[in-house]
């Protein structure tokens, strides 16, 4: 099953997930990856805008590339957009297999894709202040390592 | 009319997200945007987007009523 989201609203990682895993009885293994907001540096919110004719499509072909390129008996990807704050879930990727090898990849090349391809723009607050948020060399590097 | 949609930080450039426009070249139509943000949105690392597809060849666009053109600059970072 392939299931990608996004979700305007604070998520609970864990509700998804254990349905998410219900859903494929057999399974042989599952890795998920949840990313937060990180608090350092006196962030106190996070603000991702995204393009809907482009975002949610790109990220559902994301994911039925990784399930095709490890052969996994699922995906969930779920995103948000809207305003965090620290600590808050930004995303989570959960990959079903029948073995953990092909979990761990496919779950790690997502996150790398996610991070430099997908269609999301990003601004933090500090100190009241609204900045965006530029490219970043060791996300392209991180990408290059699924060539 | 068709319309202008700014991501990211060209909507601050912009200083709206949307914009309405004449139907069009889209030289044109941005020979009548501020020079800054036609600058702006010709940065090579713009990409295009006509009705929700990315374009290759953004020189030779013409908009028609109810056409909707992004511009989408990088990606942020993790």
Known sequence: MIDVRLLEGVFNPGQFIGQFTTAHPGL???CTFVGEVRGEGGVEALELSHYAPLTLPGMESLAARAAERFGLMGILILHRVGELRPGEPIVCVS???SHRRAAFDAADYVMDHLKSKAWF???E???GVWSWIEPRAQDH???ARWD | MARLVFLGKLADRAGAAEMAVEPGLLAGILG??????AVAVLDERVRIAL???LIANPESIELTAG???AFLPPVSGG
Request: proline share 4%; net charge neutral; charged share 30%.
């Open chain 1, 141 to 143: 590097a991180d990408l």
């Open chain 1, 28 to 30: 042989g293994a599952v």
């Open chain 1, 95 to 97: 990959a079903i297999a």
């Open chain 2, 32 to 37: 009548g945007l501020p020079a800054a943000l």
């Open chain 2, 67 to 69: 056409d909707e053109l």
């Open chain 1, 121 to 123: 723009w990003k601004r």
């Open chain 2, 51 to 53: 009705n929700g597809e």
């Open chain 1, 125 to 127: 607050k500090r100190g």
